[in-house]
């Protein structure tokens, strides 16, 4: 069992930045990615980027692309999400998702945390 705790939503104004955590724990914790989505009200919920738990690769959704940066701590089991210049669009709950299988499954996820950007 795998338990994914985020933190570090809230609410900001546009131009602003926040850093969203994932604490990783369990007994079974051994991914192969860790990524982090989001849901915006009434809308399905998005890839935003994930980053593999061993080497360098990471990779970003299109739209946050430049603004966002994931970056990991293995010894923390921890994953960060840094997000810089923030728009109102990226208003959502962020769900933190580690995968065991490959780059491309998630079989664990957060509870998620809000993200709230002001104009």
């Known amino acids: 069992q795998v338990q994914l705790v985020e933190s570090g939503g809230g609410l900001m104004q546009a131009g602003g930045s926040l850093r969203l955590s994932c604490a990783a724990s369990g007994r079974t914790f051994s991914p192969v990615v860790m990524g982090w989505f989001r849901q915006a009200p009434g809308k399905d919920r998005e890839f935003v980027a994930r980053?593999?738990?061993?080497?360098?690769?990471?990779y970003y959704a299109d739209s946050v692309k430049g603004r966002f940066t994931i970056s990991r701590d293995n010894a923390k089991n921890t994953v960060y999400l840094q997000m810089n210049s923030l728009k109102p669009e990226d208003t959502a709950v962020y769900y933190c998702?580690?995968?065991?299988?490959?780059?491309?499954?998630?079989?664990?996820w957060g509870q998620g945390t809000q993200v709230t950007v002001s104009s």
């Open positions: 980053i593999a738990w061993s080497g360098s690769n990471t």
């Open positions: 998702a580690a995968g065991a299988r490959s780059l491309y499954e998630y079989g664990d």
